[in-house]
């Protein structure tokens, strides 16, 4: 493979030659697009000079053909928001070429996204990045994937067919009020389409340098008009990312398949069934921070919602997870069971009251596989029982929306949590709004900081005295404050921009205690004892200049401030202040651009800046992804995409460990086919 | 491998020695790279237009006139054709210009704006702004549409009862169209209307339900 690659394409091992060659290509398709246009295009053009309307005499055939000129247009429910939303669609997705969810998030704004090696990553948002991609809640269809082992997302089985999502919302900022726990920094939905919207045949396989394969078949199909559904199937080989010791670790297989069933059972009422069960290996994972070489796992979704008059609605869902993963240091099996309620309704002409609640049971086992590390009670069930309550109220013909909302919820590990919030929105014409919003929100404890165990060994031989890392099971919740606002407008009719700024103030945040000396143990115990500030702006336009040329892009920064409220918290890789304050870029670009040539070509460009991390030992770094569609036919859809363009690897997240060096992300490129065939 | 296992780790000792290193000539590179990038598609891009989103659904607008049959009894007595515009504007002079002047089938056709459903007694097609979404449901549950035929680029318009749906696909406008909710307006749809369409979907609306 490298060898091939190597001699199809020369020009990459030098980083100016190379660039040089970009523009020649990004030249040379802008010359392509630029060529006479065609006959139709011509009478057109004659037309707008002469009528008024020259398209008036089309025929209705006609009319279906014509290119028009897009207002940049935010989905409606962005506009009603008073949160920092961003929705990626899945024309976004299918555009930048990731190849899963994780990568998938670099697209939005404020969003900060660290590819430790080729299995894991580290997400946060608003300056929370960490490994545990804590305090950032994730939801796929409704169904929340953090663990409460560490309170944070094994994005490593995370995935769907990418090709089925609808759109990724991302509200950066607490949003804690409907949303589930642990959304205190921000939450991330995850929704797919609908089966009626997958009808029909889809099979599509990729083959490439760092993704070796990924195979992914569906078929979409109904039972009359009212229920369809789509069952699918996708396996994928994924090689190492650059290891400078050579020891290439990191490559992974996981298959995976499952199904969504929509029953539109009649106007007022709807079903949604959906499943999915996933297996996978690591099969070189070894050594000392090996902890997973298994994984595999389910899931089952039932959702009921109903609509009734006057613009109310409810729903109920319910959903099982099964979790187990298996590895040389550790083990954890995971069942969770969760039922939730939501209803809402129009009280008056001017109040929109919601209210709802959440039960989550999640019996669980930790296995112990060394006598280094445990996590105490091995076995243990978690719960969080939540309820909220909600009012929207519209005054001044709904150019003013003030939002008044609490959640109490009670966790098995910190009792219980009020998280209110109060938020305010004024539309001062339909291509402005402004709002403003305080929330309080908290991240609950997790197991490993209630219970876990590291014996790290003899530190004196005589008297003899043994480290230990202990969690506390006093361990409360980390709680923040938020303040923040947020601008948009639509300049033009071709130009957007969403500004938004942000306070937060936190407390109690996870720390380690000053050794202590409990019998021959020298104890380091879990605390609370770290508090601060983290302050940010986010801007992101976007911009259509032409109908076939899309602009967007964004650039956030985040300060964050924290000291401790007691020394000595300073010793591992998380819970000190220098981890939290260097692990979050401060400053970041992306830029995503999108030509459509000719009809059936696409060219797109993705590039994104990131600054350094000087907790991770990671210095700042600038990329890019390029990618080449063609669409030959209806059916067919063939992509060629380059990834992380700009050298031949690059750093994005350290491994906590000082013997052990960063993973190098390498340049990647693949080819993808698909095959669509609509029903 | 790192998910699950930073807590084992005591914390890098220094990164001082790598972050140092100025990566200023790649940076500066990279974004003179962009801005030749943008400038140069900047020109080339200024050489074609379009017509506009109003501009095409004005004329769908003006066309869908010919390939509608109301009733008779709401024909006989008038000499006009009115297209009705509920909510805000989303078309400006654009549609006024389009209709300037033309006649279907002998009537002329007009543009009103009207603030309340209440006032579409009158109206042939109803165009819908989008600021409506919110009451869209009570809309089209109003006795007044009996006879109307509604049209609207809100998402999902046709699912939610409308008749006539604009839906953008690749740039270009498209529309989907209701059967069920045209026969309960006692509008017959010339087969032409429904070929072309981009979907006929056949849901009923029943009273009172969205």
Same mark, same amino acid.
């Given at each position: 493979?490298k060898?091939?690659?190597?001699?199809?394409?020369?020009?990459f091992k030098s980083?100016?030659?190379? @660039?040089?060659?970009?523009?020649?290509?990004?030249?040379?398709t802008?010359?392509?697009a630029?060529?006479p246009?065609?006959?139709?295009?011509d009478?057109?053009q004659?037309?707008?000079e002469?009528?008024?309307?020259?398209?008036?005499?089309?025929?209705?055939? @006609?009319?279906?053909?014509?290119?028009?000129?897009?207002?940049?247009?935010?989905?409606?429910?962005?506009w009603?928001?008073?949160a920092?939303?961003?929705v990626?669609? @899945?024309?976004?997705?299918?555009?930048?070429?990731?190849?899963?969810i994780?990568d998938?998030?670099?697209?939005?704004p404020?969003v900060?996204?660290g590819r430790?090696?080729?299995?894991?990553?580290?997400?946060? %948002?608003?300056?929370?990045?960490?490994?545990?991609?804590?305090?950032v809640?994730?939801?796929?269809?409704?169904?929340s994937?953090?663990?409460p082992?560490?309170?944070?997302?094994?994005?490593?089985?995370?995935d769907?067919?990418?090709?089925?999502?609808?759109r990724?919302?991302?509200?950066?900022?607490? #949003?804690?009020?409907?949303w589930?726990?642990?959304?205190a920094? *921000?939450?991330?939905?995850?929704?797919?389409?609908?089966?009626?919207?997958?009808?029909?045949? $889809?099979?599509?396989v990729?083959?490439?340098?760092?993704?070796?394969?990924?195979a992914?078949?569906?078929? *979409?199909g109904?039972?009359?008009?009212?229920?369809?559904y789509?069952?699918?199937g996708?396996?994928?080989?994924?090689?190492p990312e650059?290891?400078?010791? /050579?020891?290439?670790?990191?490559?992974?297989? +996981?298959?995976?398949? *499952?199904?969504r069933a929509d029953w539109?059972i009649?106007?007022?009422n709807?079903?949604t069934?959906e499943?999915? $069960?996933?297996?996978g290996?690591?099969? /070189?994972e070894t050594g000392?921070?090996?902890?997973?070489?298994?994984?595999?796992? *389910?899931?089952?979704l039932?959702?009921?919602e109903?609509t $009734?008059?006057n613009?109310?609605n $409810?729903?109920?869902?319910?959903?099982?997870?099964?979790?187990?993963?298996? #590895?040389p240091?550790s083990?954890?099996?995971?069942?969770?069971?969760?039922?939730?309620?939501?209803h /809402?309704?129009?009280?008056g002409?001017?109040?929109?009251v919601?209210y709802?609640g959440g039960?989550r049971?999640?019996?669980?086992?930790?296995i112990p596989k060394t006598?280094?590390l445990?996590?105490?009670?091995?076995t243990?069930?978690?719960?969080?029982?939540s309820g909220?309550?909600?009012?929207?109220?519209?005054?001044?013909?709904?150019?003013f929306?003030l939002?008044? #909302?609490?959640?109490?919820?009670?966790?098995?590990?910190?009792g219980?949590?009020?998280?209110?919030t109060v938020?305010?929105?004024?539309?001062?014409?339909?291509h402005?709004?402004?709002?403003?919003?305080?929330?309080?929100?908290?991240?609950?404890?997790s197991r490993?900081?209630?219970?876990?165990?590291?014996?790290a060994?003899e %530190?004196s031989?005589a008297?003899p005295i043994f480290?230990v890392?202990?969690g506390?099971p006093?361990?409360?919740s980390e709680?923040?404050?938020?303040y923040?606002?947020?601008?948009?407008?639509l300049l033009t009719?071709?130009?957007?921009?969403?500004?938004?700024?942000?306070h937060?103030?936190y407390d109690?945040l996870?720390?380690?205690?000053?050794?202590?000396? %409990?019998?021959?143990?020298?104890t380091?115990f879990y605390e609370?004892?770290i508090?601060g500030?983290?302050?940010? %702006?986010?801007?992101?336009?976007n911009w259509?200049?032409r109908?076939w040329?899309?602009?967007?892009?964004s650039?956030?920064?985040?300060?964050i401030?924290?000291?401790?409220?007691e020394p000595g918290?300073?010793?591992?890789?998380?819970?000190?202040?220098?981890t939290?304050?260097g692990?979050?870029?401060?400053h970041?670009l992306k830029i995503?651009?999108?030509?459509d040539?000719?009809?059936?070509?696409?060219?797109?460009?993705?590039?994104?800046y990131?600054?350094a991390?000087p907790?991770q030992g990671?210095s700042?770094? +600038?990329?890019?992804?390029?990618?080449? #569609?063609?669409?030959?036919?209806?059916?067919?859809?063939?992509?060629l995409v380059?990834?992380?363009?700009? @050298?031949? /690897?690059?750093?994005?997240?350290g491994?906590g460990?000082?013997?052990?060096?960063?993973?190098?992300?390498?340049?990647a490129?693949?080819?993808?086919l698909?095959?669509?065939?609509?029903? | 491998?790192?998910?699950g296992g930073?807590w084992l780790?005591?914390?890098?000792?220094?990164?001082?020695?790598?972050?140092s290193?100025a990566?200023w !000539?790649?940076l500066?590179?990279?974004?003179?790279w962009?801005?030749l990038?943008?400038?140069?598609v900047s020109?080339?891009a200024?050489?074609?237009?379009?017509?506009?989103?109003?501009?095409v659904?004005?004329?769908?607008?003006?066309?869908?006139?010919?390939f509608?049959k109301?009733? !008779?009894?709401?024909?006989?007595?008038?000499?006009?054709?009115?297209?009705?515009?509920?909510?805000?504007? !989303?078309?400006?002079?654009?549609?006024?210009s389009t209709?300037?002047?033309?006649?279907i089938a002998?009537?002329?056709i007009?543009?009103?704006?009207i603030s309340?459903? =209440?006032d579409s007694?009158?109206?042939?097609?109803?165009f819908i702004?989008?600021?409506?979404e919110?009451?869209?449901?009570?809309?089209l549950a109003s006795?007044e549409?009996?006879?109307?035929?509604t049209v609207s680029?809100i !998402?999902?318009?046709?699912?939610?009862g409308?008749?006539?749906?604009?839906?953008?696909?690749?740039?270009?406008?498209?529309?989907?169209v209701?059967?069920a909710?045209? =026969?309960q307006a006692?509008?017959?749809?010339?087969?032409?209307?429904?070929?072309v369409?981009s979907?006929?979907?056949n849901? &009923?609306?029943?009273?009172?339900? &969205?």
């Amino acid at each position: 493979m490298k060898t091939l690659w190597r001699r199809l394409l020369p020009t990459f091992k030098s980083f100016p030659t190379f @660039q040089a060659w970009v523009i020649v290509v990004v030249v040379g398709t802008g010359l392509f697009a630029a060529s006479p246009a065609t006959a139709s295009t011509d009478q057109l053009q004659a037309r707008l000079e002469t009528n008024n309307n020259p398209v008036r005499d089309l025929t209705l055939e @006609q009319l279906g053909d014509v290119q028009v000129t897009t207002v940049t247009k935010e989905p409606e429910e962005v506009w009603d928001t008073s949160a920092a939303i961003y929705v990626i669609t @899945q024309e976004d997705i299918q555009r930048s070429g990731a190849t899963s969810i994780a990568d998938v998030l670099r697209l939005a704004p404020g969003v900060e996204v660290g590819r430790i090696d080729s299995d894991s990553w580290a997400v946060g %948002i608003r300056g929370s990045e960490s490994n545990f991609s804590k305090a950032v809640l994730v939801l796929i269809d409704g169904r929340s994937v953090y663990t409460p082992l560490f309170a944070g997302v094994y994005w490593d089985v995370q995935d769907v067919l990418l090709e089925d999502i609808d759109r990724v919302e991302v509200i950066r900022g607490p #949003g804690a009020t409907v949303w589930g726990p642990n959304a205190a920094d *921000g939450v991330i939905n995850i929704i797919t389409k609908k089966a009626s919207e997958t009808q029909g045949v $889809m099979v599509s396989v990729l083959g490439g340098n760092v993704d070796h394969m990924i195979a992914e078949a569906q078929y *979409g199909g109904s039972r009359g008009k009212n229920f369809n559904y789509r069952v699918y199937g996708k396996g994928f080989l994924r090689g190492p990312e650059f290891h400078t010791d /050579h020891h290439n670790f990191d490559d992974w297989n +996981q298959a995976r398949g *499952g199904f969504r069933a929509d029953w539109n059972i009649n106007s007022r009422n709807d079903l949604t069934l959906e499943g999915d $069960m996933y297996g996978g290996d690591f099969p /070189h994972e070894t050594g000392p921070s090996a902890f997973v070489d298994s994984v595999s796992g *389910g899931d089952m979704l039932g959702r009921w919602e109903r609509t $009734m008059e006057n613009g109310s609605n $409810m729903y109920l869902q319910a959903y099982f997870d099964r979790t187990i993963r298996i #590895g040389p240091l550790s083990g954890e099996t995971r069942n969770t069971i969760d039922i939730d309620f939501l209803h /809402h309704l129009k009280f008056g002409d001017r109040q929109d009251v919601s209210y709802g609640g959440g039960l989550r049971w999640s019996p669980n086992r930790y296995i112990p596989k060394t006598p280094v590390l445990d996590v105490l009670p091995e076995t243990n069930t978690d719960h969080i029982y939540s309820g909220f309550l909600q009012d929207e109220i519209h005054f001044a013909d709904d150019r003013f929306t003030l939002t008044l #909302g609490a959640k109490l919820q009670h966790n098995n590990f910190s009792g219980f949590d009020v998280q209110p919030t109060v938020r305010g929105l004024w539309k001062l014409n339909p291509h402005q709004s402004l709002w403003a919003a305080v929330t309080r929100a908290v991240t609950t404890p997790s197991r490993i900081e209630e219970g876990i165990q590291i014996n790290a060994g003899e %530190i004196s031989a005589a008297p003899p005295i043994f480290l230990v890392v202990s969690g506390n099971p006093h361990f409360q919740s980390e709680t923040s404050l938020g303040y923040e606002g947020g601008y948009r407008q639509l300049l033009t009719h071709t130009f957007y921009v969403d500004f938004s700024v942000f306070h937060n103030g936190y407390d109690n945040l996870q720390s380690f205690g000053a050794p202590t000396l %409990i019998g021959n143990n020298l104890t380091i115990f879990y605390e609370n004892a770290i508090a601060g500030t983290t302050n940010g %702006i986010e801007i992101a336009p976007n911009w259509n200049p032409r109908p076939w040329w899309k602009l967007s892009g964004s650039y956030s920064y985040v300060g964050i401030d924290l000291h401790a409220n007691e020394p000595g918290s300073d010793i591992s890789s998380t819970g000190s202040v220098n981890t939290y304050e260097g692990s979050s870029p401060a400053h970041q670009l992306k830029i995503q651009s999108r030509f459509d040539i000719l009809k059936r070509f696409q060219f797109d460009q993705t590039y994104w800046y990131e600054s350094a991390l000087p907790a991770q030992g990671i210095s700042a770094y +600038q990329t890019m992804d390029l990618r080449l #569609g063609w669409n030959p036919t209806k059916e067919w859809n063939v992509s060629l995409v380059g990834q992380n363009l700009f @050298q031949p /690897h690059h750093f994005e997240w350290g491994t906590g460990d000082p013997t052990e060096l960063p993973i190098g992300i390498r340049r990647a490129a693949y080819v993808k086919l698909t095959w669509i065939a609509e029903r | 491998m790192n998910t699950g296992g930073p807590w084992l780790h005591s914390e890098r000792k220094s990164a001082t020695d790598s972050m140092s290193r100025a990566r200023w !000539p790649s940076l500066i590179v990279g974004f003179s790279w962009l801005f030749l990038l943008l400038w140069f598609v900047s020109i080339c891009a200024a050489q074609r237009t379009h017509p506009t989103e109003s501009q095409v659904e004005s004329a769908y607008l003006y066309n869908f006139g010919k390939f509608v049959k109301w009733p !008779p009894d709401r024909v006989a007595g008038t000499d006009s054709l009115q297209i009705c515009l509920l909510g805000q504007d !989303p078309f400006g002079v654009v549609l006024d210009s389009t209709v300037a002047g033309e006649k279907i089938a002998g009537r002329a056709i007009s543009v009103r704006r009207i603030s309340a459903i =209440a006032d579409s007694s009158s109206c042939s097609i109803l165009f819908i702004s989008s600021s409506e979404e919110t009451r869209l449901h009570a809309i089209l549950a109003s006795a007044e549409l009996s006879e109307v035929l509604t049209v609207s680029n809100i !998402p999902r318009f046709v699912e939610r009862g409308g008749t006539i749906g604009f839906v953008m696909q690749q740039d270009r406008i498209r529309f989907e169209v209701n059967r069920a909710a045209a =026969a309960q307006a006692h509008l017959t749809l010339s087969s032409e209307l429904l070929k072309v369409a981009s979907r006929v979907i056949n849901k &009923p609306m029943r009273n009172g339900e &969205p």
